[in-house]
T-cell receptor
Framework: DAGVIQSPRHEVTEMGQEVTLRCKPI?????LFWYRQTMMRGLELLIY????????DSGMPEDRFSAKMPNASFSTLKIQPSEPRDSAVYFC?????????????FGPGTRLLVL | SQQGEEDPQALSIQEGENATMNCSYK?????LQWYRQNSGRGLVHLIL?????REKHSGRLRVTLDTSKKSSSLLITASRAADTASYFC????????????FGKGTHLIIQP
């Protein structure tokens, strides 16, 4: 298995631009999580899905952030408009409830810089 | 707010020594997990300990959990240069695969 795949790996954009981050979870996993990591705040859970349905989006910082999961193999996190304080590393993770294990498998992350 | 808080924030030891990292949390948990993050990489799961367990081993890793003190420790024995990384504890407060709450991590440096 290729693991969790994220794209792009690096993104540099200007303030006000729309940013779309993409994630492909591990095949067969029914949970998908989006996290954000910064030096100041550490790792924060933004939103997670179960069977493509958003379960908890209380971590989404504001309305500029939105996430979708149109099918079991793809999710997007969109920021519109982007701001410099959105600069961070964004991680996608997936897990399977079927095994009874709560281990989450993380992608390599997308490093976002908003100028 | 962070559920888990690791201590120390940074730790530097000589290769071959043991490294101990601690984690404290605030609310009741279902399980506690430890993850490792190498520089510029994603997190890798190391070990999971459930709330009804007190100690768990995996290779050179030993994890303890004290639910009465709301604390956990991760011991890495016979450290190697490749163990240099940041280590995070993460708490799962609900049933099933809920989102984890991470601490800010301990940055471990193993000096050759």
């Amino acid at each position: 298995d290729a693991g969790v795949i994220q794209s792009p790996r690096h993104e540099v954009t200007e303030m006000g631009q729309e940013v779309t981050l993409r994630c492909k979870p591990i095949s067969g996993h029914d949970y998908l999580f989006w996290y954000r990591q910064t030096m100041m705040r550490g790792l924060e859970l933004l939103i997670y899905f179960n069977n493509n349905v958003p379960i908890d989006d209380s971590g989404m910082p504001e309305d500029r952030f939105s996430a979708k999961m149109p099918n079991a193999s793809f999710s997007t996190l969109k920021i519109q408009p982007s701001e410099p304080r959105d600069s961070a590393v964004y991680f996608c993770a997936s897990s399977s409830s079927g095994t009874g294990e709560e281990t989450q498998y993380f992608g390599p992350g997308t490093r976002l810089l908003v100028l | 707010s962070q559920q888990g808080e690791e201590d120390p924030q940074a730790l530097s030891i000589q290769e071959g020594e043991n490294a101990t990292m601690n984690c404290s949390y605030k609310t009741s948990i279902n399980n506690l997990q430890w993850y490792r993050q190498n520089s510029g990489r994603g997190l890798v799961h190391l070990i999971l300990i459930r709330s009804n367990e007190r100690e768990k081993h995996s290779g050179r890793l030993r994890v303890t959990l004290d639910t009465s003190k709301k604390s956990s420790s991760l011991l890495i024995t016979a450290s190697r240069a490749a163990d240099t990384a940041s280590y995070f504890c993460a708490t799962d407060t609900g049933g099933g695969a809920d989102g984890l709450t991470f601490g800010k991590g301990t940055h471990l440096i193993i000096q050759p």
